[in-house]
């Protein structure tokens, strides 16, 4: 799943594409992909001009010039490209016409991606936490719900309720730097050792941006490249391969539902 750095990274290569451009037509091959009505969908998105593109936590946001909203939530499997792969045809969800030059393709092998338009009277992605790319918002958080709750520090960062836009690759990165085990109750964790990994979590993420996110499978930049960010990973998806830093192999457990990746040494 596209996490912050990734989708950031498609805002990023879309802004100087899409800024200041109307919808001139909107084709939905997969009415599942549409939040909401599909014929209103499209009568309310066409014609309707891109003032401004931008991030929050996992989703794209694009303000229109009456004042609504449009969010792409990617999911699991989502793709936003420009020019789809013969592979990709058969995934196509949704195409966003521009002009006659210019198209984006919605690619979605899963089917759980969503497109959703938002009025302007509605406030947009309410119950999104605060973004995690400074210490001390991240420090505040996980501060304030440290005597709140009693749930594994894994499963708090993954909250997007929490923190907009931490997947499972950055948690289990920062984790890992931060000498924590996935699995240790945010209770019971020093204050000392919450302010490290609010220092690290924001850096990671930083880090991954400036490398165009982490492409391990599904994920594509808008102009069909990868991201080089899996070069950097420390344990995510590494089972049974050295740590890094002490020689322990990599383990893997599970969390709600979710694999989580660690070193039992520098973690212990």
């Not at 959703?116 to 406030?123: F, G, R």
């Not at 089972?239 to 040494?265: A, D, K, M, Q, V």
């Amino acid at each position: 799943m596209p996490e912050l750095p990734e989708v950031e990274t498609i805002v990023n290569e879309l802004k100087p594409l899409v800024e200041g451009k109307s919808f001139q037509s909107i084709k939905i091959f997969e009415t599942r992909s549409i939040d909401g009505n599909p014929r209103e969908f499209t009568a309310a998105l066409k014609n309707n001009k891109i003032t401004k593109l931008f991030r929050r936590g996992k989703y794209l946001c694009f303000s229109l010039i009456n004042g609504s909203h449009l969010t792409i939530h990617l999911r699991m499997t989502g793709k936003l490209l420009q020019k789809p792969g013969k592979k990709d045809k058969k995934y196509l969800r949704v195409k966003l016409v521009f002009d006659k030059k210019f198209a984006l393709y919605f690619v979605d092998i899963r089917k759980f991606g969503k497109l959703k338009l938002w009025p302007e009277k509605d406030v947009l992605l309410p119950a999104l936490g605060p973004e995690p790319l400074d210490s001390p918002t991240v420090f505040k958080v996980l501060i304030s719900l440290k005597t709140k709750t009693t749930r594994v520090v894994k499963t708090i960062l993954l909250d997007q309720h929490a923190l907009a836009g931490v997947g499972n690759i950055y948690a289990d990165e920062a984790l890992f730097l931060g000498g924590i085990h996935p699995q240790t109750q945010l209770c019971r964790i020093e204050d000392a050792a919450i302010k490290r990994l609010s220092q690290v979590l924001p850096r990671i993420l930083k880090r991954a941006i400036k490398n165009k996110g982490t492409t391990l499978s599904d994920y594509q930049t808008p102009d069909s490249g990868a991201g080089d960010h899996q070069h950097f990973l420390k344990v995510y998806g590494r089972e049974g391969l050295p740590c890094y830093t002490c020689g322990t192999e990599i383990l893997r457990t599970r969390i709600n539902g979710r694999s989580s990746y660690f070193c039992p040494r520098c973690q212990g």
